[in-house]
């Protein structure tokens, strides 16, 4: 390998390196920005839930009020006084 090629490939792999570092960094502070939370299934109102579920795959495309697949974050220990559960598809009420 030429002194070019070995430049070139020291340097994409320190690029990934660097993306790969940023990507787990942006995880982490998305973790800890939800640590007082849960999931709480059942209370999301159609369009307003947090991530994907059965039936679609991003956040805000819940068709159903209180869908039991669909969740939002909620205070810890809030879930059940809103009526919902921390279990996918178990029926609230």
Do not use: Q, R
């Not at 790969?20 to 999931?39: I, L, P, V």
């Amino acid at each position: 390998m030429s002194k070019k090629t070995l430049a070139i490939v020291a340097a994409v792999g320190g690029l990934l390196a660097m993306s790969a570092n940023g990507a787990f960094a942006a995880d982490s502070s998305k973790d800890s920005a939800n640590a007082n939370k849960e999931k709480c299934y059942g209370v999301a109102k159609a369009g307003k839930n947090d991530c994907a579920a059965a039936s679609h795959s991003c956040a805000g495309h819940s068709t159903a009020d209180n869908a039991p697949t669909d969740w939002k974050y909620v205070p810890k220990g809030e879930c059940e006084k809103m009526g919902g559960t921390m279990e996918p598809g178990k029926k609230t009420g």
